[in-house]
């Protein structure tokens, strides 16, 4: 083994892969993991960190965010990718459409000539990450046009995006005009023309051709409008007029539509449901994967969490406790595979006294989720017995690499990796109050509420970019951005984003503790590596 010196060693720790957990050390190059060893066996490093038995995962990969939503790009890409940071994320999956990437002057409300090609875009998008985000990022573009959708080529060789959202709430705008559209939220959140089937389809056939994934969104929002009309009629106000606005099925019946859709496509196209958040729709994942779809299912913490006597609305909306369980049994099967953020925060004024409403229909959307994520995985998942800790780590860290195409380079702590690491305290008991958030809006749905978890340091390719300090009231961001754009290139085969499951044990269909398969993991792979590839 070369004697060369680590750049950071990181011991004491328990290292999480998805397939198990191990009392090794983790030794860093030039911002790569180059050992996974024994401590004593690490050449010298000239920075050490003890994790001090804490866990050691990989850093969050956080597959859905909306930074820029309501707000330019910079403006909360600033602040919000060091709330993403702080709460264990190193890479940010962030998702817009054209109006919301950075180009100048930022439009409050957009109007369809407002929808224009992604090349215009990207440039101001990539300067911005490169220059104020704390973590890394790559970008979903979500598409709205027929050109758009013929642009796809290009925007895969010369922007390295792989991966399409469709926003299937919007499908009622298509055809109106500025004038006439009564989907207003969705111009404010810079959508302006919306989609009909015949965009959906084209973008199906394009990604397909070269083998990436399409994102939707599913609720349908036509038929959410006669409830919502029923119930404003009825004279509900309360926060679960919110949920019932929009029942189950309509979440269920958009998989179904799209999943078949998916199938009839040439290629069949890769299909990414993202916030599944009842029974239904897992009936209907099961269902289409049965008949060969090969569809992924997203979910996020705030759906994991959250009632609606809570209090806030969210798209799709906070469900009840039987889906809540439900989801978390989904979550351990491994029918849902993936968590994400879904992190928005609403536009300015953001502060709680400015956004809070008691009618839900005045009551305004947008609340920092991305703080949720660890604390929400941690407490109700691994700390209630309803996923493991390694659990945790396929679905926020290995199964969001591969769905992305990044698996080989973020989403594990195997040498090779980038050296992005987080260190949870799992046994840390936070009662939530405003010292513990670094999102703008500077509130939470979280506050007053006790989580057993929270992430106590972040570390980005090598370097160590959050940190919850002796002498502080919670984590905050360490250093100067040093965010990269991550440039993806097409997967080409579909097996490429096969994610890793829990083992299946008959007949109760329910994972096994923590033994879990990850296809072409070997286990002599964690052990003493050397940086010169012994």
Not at 80 to 102: D, H, K, L, N, Y
Not at 166 to 192: F, I
Not at 293 to 301: H, I, L, N, R, S
Not at 414 to 419: E, K, Q, S
Request: charged fraction near 25%; proline fraction near 5%; include cysteine.
């Amino acid at each position: 083994m070369a004697s060369e010196e680590l750049d950071l060693a990181v011991i004491g720790g328990r290292v999480v892969l998805g397939d198990g957990t191990y009392d090794l050390a983790i030794g860093v190059k030039d911002g790569v993991i180059v050992a996974l060893a024994p401590a004593e066996l690490l050449p010298p490093a000239k920075e050490t960190i003890d994790a001090k038995g804490n866990y050691v995962l990989p850093g969050v990969v956080d597959s859905e965010s909306h930074p820029g939503c309501y707000v330019p790009f910079r403006y909360d890409m600033t602040t919000e990718s060091r709330a993403a940071a702080c709460a264990g994320v190193t890479t940010w999956g962030i998702q817009a459409p054209v109006t919301r990437m950075g180009t100048e002057p930022f439009k409050e409300i957009v109007g369809k000539s407002d929808v224009v090609s992604f090349h215009e875009s990207f440039p101001s998008a990539k300067a911005v990450i490169e220059e104020v985000s704390y973590t890394d990022a790559y970008l979903t573009y979500m598409l709205e046009t027929d050109q758009q959708a013929d642009e796809i080529p290009e925007y895969v060789e010369q922007h390295g995006v792989i991966d399409y959202k469709l926003y299937l709430q919007t499908r009622g705008m298509k055809g109106m005009s500025d004038a006439e559209d009564n989907n207003w939220p969705s111009r404010r959140a810079g959508l302006g023309t919306g989609i009909d089937d015949g965009t959906v389809f084209r973008v199906m056939e394009e990604v397909a051709h070269y083998g990436g994934m399409v994102h939707i969104h599913p609720e349908n929002w036509e038929i959410g409008r006669i409830f919502e009309e029923r119930l404003r009629k009825a004279g509900r106000t309360d926060f679960g007029a919110w949920t019932d606005r929009s029942p189950d099925f309509l979440e269920a019946q958009h998989i179904r539509a799209y999943s078949y859709l998916a199938q009839q496509t040439p290629g069949r196209v890769s299909l990414y449901l993202q916030h599944c958040s009842t029974q239904l729709s897992f009936d209907e994942v099961l269902k289409a994967r049965g008949e060969g779809v090969d569809v992924y299912a997203q979910t996020g913490p705030a759906w994991l969490w959250a009632e609606p006597e809570y209090g806030w609305r969210i798209n799709v909306p906070l469900r009840r406790r039987d889906n809540i369980e439900a989801l978390w049994v989904a979550l351990a099967d491994g029918i849902v595979d993936v968590v994400g953020s879904d992190h928005v925060v609403g536009w300015e004024p953001s502060s709680y006294e400015e956004m809070y409403n008691s009618n839900i229909w005045d009551c305004r959307t947008g609340f920092s989720r991305v703080e949720m994520f660890l604390p929400v995985l941690l407490s109700e998942g691994v700390a209630k017995g309803r996923i493991s800790i390694n659990r945790l780590v396929q679905v926020a860290c290995e199964n969001p690499a591969k769905t992305a195409g990044l698996w080989g380079k973020k989403g594990s702590l195997l040498p090779g990796f980038d050296a992005d690491i987080v260190i949870v305290d799992a046994g840390r008991e936070v009662t939530v109050n405003k010292d513990h958030l670094n999102t703008r809006s500077g509130w939470s749905i979280m506050e007053g509420h006790t989580f057993t978890g929270w992430p106590i340091m972040t570390i980005l390719r090598g370097k160590v970019t959050a940190e919850w300090a002796d002498d502080s009231p919670g984590m905050r961001p360490v250093g100067d951005p040093r965010g990269l754009y991550l440039h993806r290139k097409p997967q080409g085969a579909k097996q490429a984003f096969a994610v890793t499951e829990p083992t299946r044990v008959a007949p109760s269909n329910r994972w096994l503790g923590t033994d879990f398969v990850r296809p072409g993991f070997c286990e002599a792979t964690v052990r003493y590596t050397s940086m010169a590839g012994e």
